[in-house]
């Protein structure tokens, strides 16, 4: 099975800052991969497909790059709406495989 | 809009079964493959199966395979997952998922999802 490792686990930073996170792949994914944003109490939402490609009425604040193993997902700059636990998931094999999370924090 | 309602969650003992029922509305189900995941409190999510858009493939993780069957009905536009077997670990919030992809003979993104429907296994 794929195993998906995301980092940093939490992060706090301020309105208006850059936020990134990484996502590594245990194998060769290619461009399979996904990234979520999940609020409290809430369902996840689909906000990268493809790795780099924006689901529509998603904010331009968000982006993703990489392929390969090697994945980021960026906030240009976060906005107390972001306050979330976001998911990457690669869709290059079976079992479908998502990271472990990371909850980013308004500082 | 899309919008896909979960039922069917509830308390069942260990060994029991359940079946969880998501009515989809607002696009062409029989053309989209589907999926569930669940969250287990306070934890990270697990994609559980998959179904093709006309039901002929479906795939399942590790965990549950020979335990739960996911099924749909394209005339009621209703996804299924009938979970047999039941263990304290499958206590967890499952969601229905649409795959993003039309058409999707694999499973691939997930989105839109519904809101979910707990379900918790004890004695």
């Known amino acids: 099975d794929i195993q998906m490792t995301q980092s940093p686990s939490s992060l706090s930073a301020s309105v208006g800052d850059r936020v990134t996170i990484t996502c590594q792949a245990s194998q060769d994914i290619s461009n399979y991969l996904n990234w979520y944003q999940q609020k409290p109490g809430k369902a996840p939402k689909l906000l990268i497909y493809d790795a780099s490609n924006l689901e529509t009425g998603v904010p331009s604040r968000f982006s993703g790059s990489g392929s390969g193993t090697d994945f980021t997902f960026t906030i240009s700059s976060l906005q107390p709406e972001d306050i979330a636990t976001y998911y990457c998931q690669q869709y290059d094999n079976l079992p479908l495989a998502f990271g472990q999370g990371t909850k980013v924090e308004i500082k | 809009q899309v919008q896909l309602v979960e039922s069917g969650g509830g308390v069942v003992q260990p060994g029991g079964s359940l079946r969880l029922s998501c009515a989809a509305s607002g696009f062409t189900f029989s053309s989209y493959g589907m999926h569930w995941v669940r969250q287990a409190p306070g934890k990270g999510l697990e994609w559980v199966a998959f179904i093709r858009y006309d039901g002929s493939n479906k795939y399942y993780a590790d965990s549950v395979k020979g335990r739960f069957t996911i099924s749909r009905d394209n005339s009621k536009n209703t996804l299924y997952l009938q979970m047999n077997s039941l263990r304290a670990e499958d206590t967890a919030v499952y969601y229905c998922?649409?795959?993003?992809?039309?058409?999707?003979?694999?499973?691939?993104?997930?989105?839109?999802w519904g809101q979910g429907t707990l379900v918790t296994v004890s004695s």
């Open positions: 998922a649409k795959d993003h992809q039309h058409s999707s003979s694999w499973p691939q993104s997930l989105g839109p």
